[in-house]
């Protein structure tokens, strides 16, 4: 029987937008939801009001939410998660949400094989308060990404069938700062690119048949040829997803053990 999945660009706290897309996924039959980070993690009463309603719409829709954390999001609060039996991070009081750490794989029940990568740099660091709208732990550092490799080898894969990650990998087409705003200085951008060439390495490294990323606000497609560390010339289907009130923001997906993702779709309401 086909498996619809669901995937899901930023959604930067927006409890209408979330509640819109969760009830959509519900209604599509699709309960397990794939989101790929600058979720709404946030300190403060906003940030309890978006996990509640969150947690209670997954509830009623029927929906285990699975979060690949971004840039905008309180990694305070990821320090004092749990961990489950596996491997996921999760808040006492909200069983539906799942948090991936850094370099997580899972197999789903078709034997489809999964990674994730969250993290990015914040291009508007400067003009964020650390601790408060901004938080170091941001970084998708070297380990990292070695802590993904060692996963995906430690598991004997090839391949990654479906990697999820935040940031889009370097070198993808089309993506870029054309215009830069005044504060957006250069070392900022230095710190950001260099993010996304790790990615990229890692990305590389695990030959992924798909990816889907977020963090752009561009709806994306790319037919990507990679090559390997060692070599090997490989294909991946990336999808960007573009951010809350997007009508594109939120998709579904069939994924296959050795294709990747098929049949992706943008979820209509
Ligand atoms: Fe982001």
Redesign the pocket.
């Known amino acids: 029987m086909e498996a619809r999945i669901g995937f899901a660009g ?1 959604w930067h706290g927006n409890v209408a937008w979330a509640n819109s897309r969760l009830q959509a996924f519900g209604a599509a039959g699709v309960s397990t939801v794939y989101q790929v ?2 979720f709404g993690l946030w300190p403060g009463s906003s940030g309890k009001r978006f996990l509640r309603t969150v947690e209670s719409t997954c509830e009623q829709s029927d929906v285990q939410l699975f979060i690949v954390l ?3 999001e309180d990694y305070g609060r990821v320090k004092l998660m749990r961990t489950d039996d596996a491997g996921w991070l999760y808040l006492k009081d909200y069983p539906r949400l799942r948090f991936a750490t850094r370099g997580h794989t899972w197999v789903d029940a078709a034997g489809t094989r999964f990674a994730a990568l969250g993290g ?1 740099g ?1 291009i508007d660091r400067n003009i964020r308060r650390p601790g408060v709208s901004w938080w170091p732990d941001e970084e998708l550092t070297e380990d990292d990404c070695a802590r993904l490799v060692s996963n995906v080898h430690g598991e004997g894969w090839q391949r990654v069938d479906v990697m999820i990650t ?1 940031e889009a990998p370097a070198g993808l087409r089309r993506l870029g700062i054309t215009t830069a705003p005044a504060w957006l200085t250069p070392e900022v951008e230095a710190y950001c690119y260099a993010q996304r060439v790790r990615l990229r390495e890692a990305m590389d490294e695990v030959a992924p048949r798909s990816l889907v990323h ?2 752009w606000h561009a709806s994306f497609r790319d037919d990507w040829e990679g090559l390997t560390s060692t070599g090997v010339d490989y294909r991946c289907d990336v999808t960007g997803l573009p951010e809350d009130d997007n009508p594109s923001n939120a998709v579904t997906a069939v994924p296959v053990p050795g294709l990747g993702l098929t049949n992706v779709e943008v979820l209509r309401t």
């Open positions: 930023d980070g600058d971004g840039n905008h990015a914040s935040h977020g963090h």
